[in-house]
């Protein structure tokens, strides 16, 4: 099955591996025990389905949470089913890839108008009036 972007995209599960590890926190006794906490492993690398791109957004967005190798690691561990982590940590890539996926805005740099460059001007002579009347008259002595 695989995990579901939106409705262009969607990431096989070869390229997603889950790993259950022991969680710390809440769990009494049974934290010993049971493995609930997941480490999801994504082969960012490998994947086809990503442009080039959008990889790119990614690796920018995922930080430290991206190995050497170009795998994406999370984990979580905030519930104490296994089945809940899973869940939380797909949601989590889920929501990751469909962010590297939105293109962002260009930026088009703009000159100011002729008017605001009159009012800044204007505003620094009538500034500069102000600070003129403070000094008083010009004595000589």
């Known amino acids: 099955m695989a995990l579901v972007v939106n409705e262009q995209v969607r990431i096989p599960e070869q390229y997603i591996e889950l790993i259950f ?7 009494g006794q049974n934290v010993n025990k049971v493995s609930s906490a997941v480490q999801l492993v994504f082969d960012l ?12 957004r990614l690796r920018g967005l995922a930080g430290r949470r991206l190995t050497a190798t170009g795998k994406l690691v999370l984990r979580c561990e905030t519930y ?11 949601e989590r890539l ?6 590297a996926l939105e293109r962002p805005k260009l930026r088009r740099p703009t000159r100011p108008t002729a008017a ?17 009347l403070r000094r008083g008259p010009m004595t000589e002595e």
């Not at 490998?46 to 959008?54: E, F, M, Y």
């Not at 460059?117 to 102000?130: N, T, V």
């Open 21 to 27: 590890v022991r969680s710390g926190g809440p769990g």
């Open 45 to 56: 690398a490998k994947c086809p389905d990503l442009t080039p791109a959008v990889k790119q």
């Open 80 to 90: 104490r089913s296994q089945h809940r982590n899973r869940a939380v940590c797909l």
């Open 94 to 99: 889920r929501e990751l890839v469909a962010r």
């Open 116 to 132: 605001s460059r009159q009012r800044r001007l204007q505003a620094k002579r009538h500034r500069s009036h102000i600070k003129a």
